[in-house]
């Protein structure tokens, strides 16, 4: 049975305690966005990924949220970022799992387009590092 990445991904909305040396964060959402297969994804430096067994513990330090990833979404997420595109990691996982074509590109863009919206990765065009 085919399970969708992130069906798994949790968030916390208790925030991180803050000292007198914290400043101020705001995040700017896009209502809509637009992920090209050349696309590749990359982790920001103020995202920390924390592998505990097969699963993902994600913090934030921009939005000072934690995340989490089964150990689905924590082998996506992993062929995503070591990928040179999203169409490269999308061919890699097609011929590791059993599941149709569309269903396995539907899931990608919507797995890939929570993580940008939480900011767990960004999206670069693909010649860029």
């Given at each position: 049975?085919?399970?969708?990445?992130?069906?798994?991904?949790?968030?916390?909305?208790?925030?991180?305690?803050?000292?007198?040396?914290?400043?101020?964060?705001?995040?700017?959402?896009?209502?809509?966005?637009?992920?090209?297969?050349?696309?590749?994804?990359?982790?920001?430096?103020?995202?920390?990924?924390?592998?505990?067994?097969?699963?993902?513990?994600?913090?934030?330090?921009?939005?000072?949220?934690?995340?989490?990833?089964?150990?689905?979404?924590?082998?996506?997420?992993?062929i995503l970022t070591s990928s040179d595109s999203i169409e490269a990691a999308y061919q890699k996982l097609l011929s590791e799992y059993d599941v149709?074509?569309?269903?396995?590109?539907?899931?990608?863009?919507?797995?890939?387009?929570?993580?940008?919206?939480?900011?767990?990765?960004?999206?670069?065009?693909?010649?860029?590092?």
């Amino acid at each position: 049975m085919w399970l969708q990445p992130w069906t798994r991904i949790f968030y916390s909305d208790q925030r991180l305690p803050r000292n007198k040396f914290s400043r101020n964060r705001y995040v700017v959402e896009c209502a809509a966005m637009t992920v090209s297969f050349s696309d590749r994804v990359r982790i920001p430096d103020d995202v920390l990924i924390s592998n505990v067994q097969e699963e993902s513990v994600i913090l934030n330090l921009d939005n000072e949220r934690y995340y989490g990833l089964d150990d689905v979404g924590t082998e996506f997420l992993s062929i995503l970022t070591s990928s040179d595109s999203i169409e490269a990691a999308y061919q890699k996982l097609l011929s590791e799992y059993d599941v149709d074509s569309e269903v396995l590109r539907h899931d990608l863009i919507a797995l890939v387009e929570r993580l940008v919206e939480n900011g767990v990765v960004r999206i670069s065009p693909g010649s860029e590092l």
